[in-house]
């Protein structure tokens, strides 16, 4: 099993409304990311999760707040959102590495949650 | 974090090889290139990576100069279903960082 999945495909949510998105993958990998993407730009790192501990948090707000239950399992858990974070949100997981060695380490991304904020 | 610079856009015939470069000139020692492709409303695909050595895999080739500043990826045989945008990025550890990226627009 070579896949990531995301749930749900597509989410529309209120500002005062609290959602979570989740993000599953079975191949032993135990890094675990989130990014967001507008529309037209590259994604961006939001944050790494790494042997289970959150590793890298990219200054994200804290209406965004990660969670890894286990090595399979990724949730964002959401909380008073803008407009403004509307966006399509992916998951990635790689093998992991420990320090700075990056070798293969390629991610494999879902196909992400197309969030709408109203 | 190194930065990276990519043409915005490029055709590419089908059949023939498309060459998609990129600068990254504050690459550190010890950052690999990875090559990431995404397709129009879909998640990023892992392409392809090296250190120094250029490298091939069934998708692609990848060629980095001496220097490790620059490289090239390279599709052999291009095909419609290549259209995307192409990514260069280098890395070091867990940390990938997306620059503008290349759309590559696959023609008849």
């Keep these: 099993d070579t896949e990531v999945t995301q749930t749900p495909k597509h989410l529309v949510m209120g500002m005062t409304n609290k959602k979570s998105l989740k993000c599953e993958q079975h191949m032993g990998h135990r890094a675990m990311y989130w990014y967001k993407q507008k529309a037209k730009k590259p994604p961006e790192l939001m944050f790494v999760y790494s042997y289970e501990k959150l590793s890298i948090n990219e200054s994200v707000p804290s209406r965004f707040s990660p969670e890894c239950p286990n090595s399979s399992l990724l949730n964002l858990h959401l909380h008073a959102l803008q407009p403004e974070d509307s966006a399509l949100y992916l998951c990635a997981s790689s093998r992991g590495t420990s320090g700075r060695d990056s070798s293969y380490n390629e991610q494999f991304f879902g196909p992400g949650t197309r969030l709408t904020v109203l | 974090d190194a930065k990276t610079t990519q043409p915005p856009s490029m055709d590419c015939a089908e059949g023939r090889a498309a060459n998609l470069p990129c600068n990254h000139s504050t690459i550190s020692g010890n950052e690999y290139v990875y090559w990431y492709r995404q397709i129009h409303s879909q998640g990023p695909q ?13 998708m692609a080739s990848l060629i980095i100069t001496e220097d490790r500043k620059s490289s090239t990826l390279i599709l052999p045989h291009a095909t419609l279903r290549d259209t995307a945008v192409y990514y260069c990025t280098p890395s070091g550890g867990n940390k990938l960082t997306f620059g503008t990226g290349t759309q590559l627009k696959v023609e008849l």
Excluded at chain 2, 46 to 57: A, D, M, P, R, V
Aim: hydrophobic fraction near 25%; charge should be negative; aromatic fraction near 8%.
């Design chain 2, 46 to 58: 892992y392409i392809i990576h090296g250190l120094k050595n250029n490298e091939t895999n069934e």
